[in-house]
């Protein structure tokens, strides 16, 4: 008989004894849906305005940027006008603009087709969203039917059961034809009933993926129909209603063509000025559209690098992606964890992501102690696929995020930009392995996007694409010993396992 050691806060089943002796839950997917009720709870609560204060403070923004906290920034801007030219890192947004009032009074108010397309684009992705989270939660409702299901056929009268309890049925779909006719063993019944909730979290976390798409669109479609003016602004067509006021005055009289000469060169004059305005009015306040003259005046900010970093790197932006490829055991994650460790000393909060090698690992641990990788600021984490980044790494908390590596994780180009989206305004250093080719595996896309490409080979990084500097620059993984110094041989090992 195996001790028990208390119920699971899910499911309220009881807790194997093979289980950590302060576990709060049977296994790691009581968990995970214990956690993400939780969070949609704090959510829809703060959606109302009803959250108490000591849990507001506890959820984190997804509006927040990390920047508040990044040390060792170059800001450059003037201190007598500071304008903040781009506060989206995809749509700049400008308080000149004005969408809801109308042009002129005497105009007719029509919405321009580009705000009737966003606005149609946001009604429809709400609708998906709602749609998605009620087969979510049918799916939830589901899963929790087939974790409490019992065996009917356990019974002496199956019919009385059924009678009893309507987990059976909502269960029937998802099982084999077998269990409709004849007598199933505990066994075999459980066989099933495992089988058929695995099928139901598989397809919820297909639609959560499907959801979390269209939650990062309708984001980017509301930043965007926030800045798109709403009405149209036609010229001033003084010179179109003049030719027509000309064209109808000859109808009815066919002279006077020689005294209106004045007129007509005065109303050209007043067509060319406000057009003119008007020109100027539209291209002042189109976002998209940058004055050349207002272009430099703003100063973007970058990180204040040192020493051997600067010569291997330059000063980048503070969200600069670094795209470091290799083949195996040449130092990819060795040179990573130097800078991870650097930028959490002198910078910021960096969190590192490991797939390809676990953090339990013996040479994960090697990796780290040469590196000396370790850190207040320095957070690891082991991350069993993509779709868990998102739910398990916080937003407005890391200035760095770095990912061993793209391959095992199965991220594509495409999911590389969901992630910079998601986590505006963060650095992104990326590992990648290396075709017999001697190029990084994967999509050329990745390289396109990346500021800064570092090759590793046989210890030594050499940079072959920087936004910040010129290539060709090396670091040396391992310091050089000094000219003439020679390294001292191993001694004989003693006490070997």
Same mark, same amino acid.
């Given at each position: 008989?195996?001790?028990?050691?208390?119920?699971?806060?899910?499911?309220?089943?009881? *807790?194997?004894?093979?289980?950590?002796?302060?576990?709060?839950?049977?296994?790691?997917?009581?968990?995970?849906?214990?956690?993400?009720?939780? =969070?949609?709870?704090?959510?829809?609560?703060?959606?109302?305005?009803?959250?108490?204060?000591?849990?507001?403070?506890? @959820?984190?923004?997804? /509006?927040?940027?990390?920047?508040?906290?990044?040390?060792?920034?170059?800001?450059?801007?003037?201190?007598?006008?500071?304008?903040?030219?781009?506060? %989206?890192?995809?749509?700049?947004? #400008?308080?000149?603009?004005?969408?809801?009032?109308?042009?002129?009074?005497?105009?007719?108010?029509?919405?321009? &087709?580009?705000?009737?397309?966003?606005? &149609?684009?946001?009604?429809?992705?709400?609708?998906?969203?709602?749609?998605?989270?009620?087969?979510?939660?049918?799916?939830? %409702?589901?899963?929790?039917?087939?974790?409490?299901?019992?065996?009917?056929?356990?019974?002496?009268?199956?019919?009385?059961?059924?009678?009893?309890?309507?987990?059976?049925?909502?269960?029937?779909?998802?099982?084999?034809?077998?269990?409709?006719?004849?007598?199933?063993?505990?066994?075999?019944?459980?066989?099933?009933?495992?089988?058929?909730?695995?099928?139901?979290?598989?397809?919820?976390?297909?639609?959560?993926?499907?959801?979390?798409?269209?939650? *990062?669109?309708?984001?980017?479609?509301?930043? /965007?129909?926030?800045? +798109?003016?709403?009405?149209?602004?036609?010229?001033?067509?003084?010179? %179109?209603?003049?030719?027509?006021?000309?064209?109808?005055?000859?109808?009815?009289?066919?002279?006077?063509?020689?005294?209106?000469?004045? !007129?007509?060169?005065?109303?050209?004059?007043?067509?060319?000025?406000?057009?003119?305005?008007? @020109?100027?009015?539209?291209?002042?306040?189109?976002?998209?559209?940058?004055?050349?003259?207002?272009?430099?005046?703003?100063?973007?900010?970058?990180?204040?690098?040192?020493?051997?970093?600067?010569?291997?790197?330059?000063?980048?932006?503070?969200?600069?992606?670094? &795209?470091?490829?290799?083949?195996?055991?040449?130092?990819?994650? /060795?040179?990573?964890?130097?800078?991870? =460790?650097?930028?959490?000393?002198?910078?910021?909060?960096?969190?590192?992501?490991?797939?390809?090698?676990?953090?339990?690992?013996?040479?994960?641990?090697?990796?780290?102690?040469?590196?000396?990788?370790?850190?207040?600021?320095?957070?690891?984490?082991?991350?069993?696929?993509?779709?868990?980044?998102? !739910?398990?790494?916080? $937003?407005? @908390?890391?200035?760095?995020?770095?990912?061993?590596?793209?391959? +095992?994780?199965?991220?594509?180009?495409?999911?590389?930009?969901?992630?910079?989206?998601?986590?505006?305004?963060?650095?992104?250093?990326?590992?990648?392995?290396?075709?017999?080719?001697?190029?990084?595996?994967?999509?050329?896309?990745?390289?396109?996007?990346?500021?800064? @490409?570092?090759?590793?080979?046989?210890?030594?990084? $050499?940079?072959?694409?920087?936004?910040?500097?010129?290539?060709? #620059? #090396?670091?040396?993984?391992?310091? %050089?010993?000094?000219?003439?110094?020679?390294?001292?041989?191993?001694?004989?090992?003693?006490?070997? *396992?």
């Amino acid at each position: 008989m195996k001790k028990l050691r208390g119920k699971c806060l899910e499911c309220k089943g009881d *807790i194997p004894e093979s289980n950590r002796v302060d576990s709060k839950f049977c296994d790691n997917t009581c968990r995970a849906r214990y956690w993400r009720k939780k =969070k949609e709870r704090e959510q829809s609560l703060k959606g109302n305005n009803k959250v108490p204060p000591k849990v507001e403070n506890k @959820i984190i923004s997804v /509006t927040s940027t990390p920047l508040e906290g990044l040390r060792g920034v170059i800001d450059n801007t003037p201190k007598e006008e500071k304008k903040e030219t781009f506060q %989206k890192p995809y749509y700049p947004v #400008q308080d000149s603009v004005v969408t809801d009032t109308p042009v002129s009074t005497t105009d007719k108010q029509e919405e321009t &087709a580009e705000y009737k397309k966003l606005s &149609a684009k946001e009604t429809e992705l709400e609708t998906l969203i709602e749609r998605q989270n009620n087969i979510m939660l049918e799916f939830d %409702k589901k899963i929790k039917n087939a974790e409490t299901a019992k065996n009917p056929h356990k019974h002496k009268k199956a019919e009385d059961h059924y009678k009893t309890s309507s987990d059976v049925y909502l269960l029937r779909d998802f099982f084999d034809s077998e269990m409709e006719e004849g007598n199933n063993s505990e066994r075999e019944f459980e066989a099933k009933r495992l089988k058929a909730i695995q099928a139901l979290e598989k397809e919820r976390a297909v639609c959560q993926e499907i959801q979390n798409k269209n939650k *990062i669109s309708l984001k980017i479609v509301k930043e /965007t129909l926030i800045i +798109t003016p709403r009405y149209e602004k036609p010229f001033k067509s003084l010179w %179109k209603s003049f030719l027509q006021s000309k064209q109808h005055g000859t109808d009815k009289t066919q002279a006077q063509p020689l005294s209106n000469t004045n !007129e007509i060169k005065e109303t050209e004059k007043k067509v060319t000025e406000s057009s003119v305005d008007d @020109i100027d009015d539209i291209l002042k306040n189109n976002p998209w559209i940058i004055n050349s003259e207002d272009l430099f005046k703003t100063k973007r900010s970058r990180l204040n690098f040192q020493g051997k970093w600067k010569d291997f790197l330059g000063q980048p932006g503070t969200d600069f992606h670094l &795209a470091v490829h290799g083949s195996s055991g040449q130092g990819k994650s /060795t040179m990573c964890f130097q800078f991870a =460790k650097y930028l959490a000393d002198n910078f910021g909060r960096v969190v590192f992501i490991a797939n390809e090698e676990h953090t339990d690992s013996v040479t994960f641990e090697e990796k780290v102690n040469q590196a000396n990788a370790v850190a207040p600021n320095l957070k690891y984490m082991n991350m069993p696929s993509y779709e868990y980044i998102q !739910e398990r790494v916080p $937003t407005g @908390i890391f200035h760095f995020i770095f990912i061993d590596s793209l391959n +095992t994780l199965e991220i594509t180009p495409q999911r590389l930009r969901e992630l910079k989206a998601h986590y505006e305004k963060c650095a992104f250093i990326t590992i990648s392995r290396e075709t017999k080719g001697g190029k990084m595996m994967g999509s050329n896309e990745i390289l396109h996007d990346s500021d800064i @490409i570092a090759e590793v080979d046989k210890l030594v990084g $050499t940079t072959t694409k920087n936004r910040y500097k010129e290539t060709g #620059q #090396q670091f040396f993984i391992r310091e %050089k010993k000094k000219g003439g110094e020679k390294s001292k041989g191993l001694s004989e090992p003693g006490n070997v *396992i």
